[in-house]
Nanobody, 114 residues
Framework: QAQLVESGGGLVQPGGPLRLSCAAS????????MSWHRQAPGKERELVAV???????NYADSVKGRFTISRDNAKNTVTLQMNSLKPEDTAVYYC????????WGQGTQVTVSS
């Protein structure tokens, strides 16, 4: 019954911002490590950003300084604020929750193109 639903993806021009959200249900959200991952065509899925239950964060080198992950335990949501987007950020972005088990969202497409 656990479910993660991403939203906010779409087409954006290089340099622009985009905010992705992930709404969780069916889990004790506050105890889970939440993360964002992405997969571009022909490439492996990679970790983009992670935030622990205590609010500690980490980022892939490729997005550090441009992306910010945050969580709102009252709303059971995790957000990825993406700024200064580059064409190489184009990918399907996935939300993940993990405690003892691991849950994945369905993904949302982000396309950075002029």
């Amino acid at each position: 019954q656990a479910q993660l639903v991403e939203s906010g993806g779409g087409l954006v021009q290089p340099g622009g911002p985009l905010r992705l959200s992930c709404a969780a249900s069916g889990i004790t959200f506050s105890t889970h490590v939440m993360s964002w991952h992405r997969q571009a065509p022909g490439k492996e899925r990679e970790l983009v950003a992670v935030i622990t239950s205590g609010g500690r964060t980490n980022y892939a080198d490729s997005v550090k300084g441009r992306f910010t992950i945050s969580r709102d335990n009252a709303k059971n949501t995790v957000t990825l604020q993406m700024n200064s987007l580059k064409p190489e950020d184009t990918a399907v972005y996935y939300c993940k929750a993990r405690e003892w088990r691991e849950y994945w969202g369905q993904g949302t497409q982000v396309t950075v193109s002029s």
